[in-house]
């Protein structure tokens, strides 16, 4: 079975220190990762995924499969990343489910 | 390029009835998945529909069924509902069923449905 961890349910950290949110996740094949972001009174939204290996609004994350851990990172907090975010796994080619875990909520203190 | 839209946005049920919501997937998606999200938690995954067939399910009992029609528009049907299905659902389309395109899903806004 498929299982992803999110161990802080909510992160607090000042505008301009960084930024990690923890993952690890629990799979034994070559899983795909990842991380979706609710806003306040948004939608839940892709923030990025590990296959695309790319950066977007200064957050980065990368799959350590010796840790199976997909931690999301940015090194310096801005108000606005204040939301819920959700690490998620996609077990691959031939599946159709996504196990998210049960979010961490950053906030950004000014 | 029109967005996963649900219906309703809000509803209240009594323990034992029976509920329907329901999803407009993304235009362009073929694919539809549901989830429910309880308080504090993340979504589970309740099932996904791909071209009007059930392509797979969570572990969630038969009174959870769905429907997708031509269009991939999509329905979650609850029978005999029980207080702890009290909950956000959410829909998400995809462009594919499976692979990297099932992972990339784009939600809706949520139905919270309360069964008292």
């Known amino acids: 079975a498929q299982r992803v961890t999110q161990p802080e349910k909510l992160l607090s950290v000042f505008k301009g220190a960084p930024v990690e949110l923890k993952c690890n996740y629990s799979?034994?094949?070559?899983?795909?990762l990842f991380w979706y972001v609710q806003y306040s009174r948004q939608r839940l939204q892709l923030l990025l995924r590990h296959i695309s290996r790319e950066s977007i609004k200064g957050f980065t994350a990368d799959l350590n499969k010796g840790e199976t851990s997909f931690h999301l990172k940015k090194p310096f907090a801005q108000e606005e990343d204040s939301a819920m975010y959700y690490c998620a796994l996609h077990s691959g080619a031939g599946s159709y489910q996504l196990t998210f875990g049960k979010g961490t909520k950053l906030s950004v203190i000014p | 390029e029109t967005g996963v839209t649900q219906s309703p946005t809000h509803l209240i049920k009594t323990r034992g009835q029976q509920v329907t919501l329901r999803c407009s997937s993304q235009s362009g998606h073929n694919t539809v998945s549901w989830y429910q999200q309880a308080l504090g938690q993340g979504p589970q995954f309740i099932f996904q529909?791909?071209?009007?067939?059930?392509?797979g399910r969570g572990n969630f009992p038969p009174r959870f069924s769905g429907l997708q029609f031509p269009n991939y528009s999509s329905e979650l049907n609850v029978n005999a509902l029980e207080l702890d299905d009290s909950a956000l659902y959410l829909c998400?389309?995809?462009?594919?069923?499976?692979?990297?395109?099932?992972?990339?899903?784009?939600f809706g806004p949520g139905t919270r449905l309360l069964v008292l």
């Open positions: 529909y791909y071209r009007e067939e059930e392509n």
């Open positions: 799979y034994s094949g070559s899983p795909e």
């Open positions: 998400a389309s995809s462009l594919g069923a499976s692979g990297l395109y099932s992972g990339t899903q784009y």
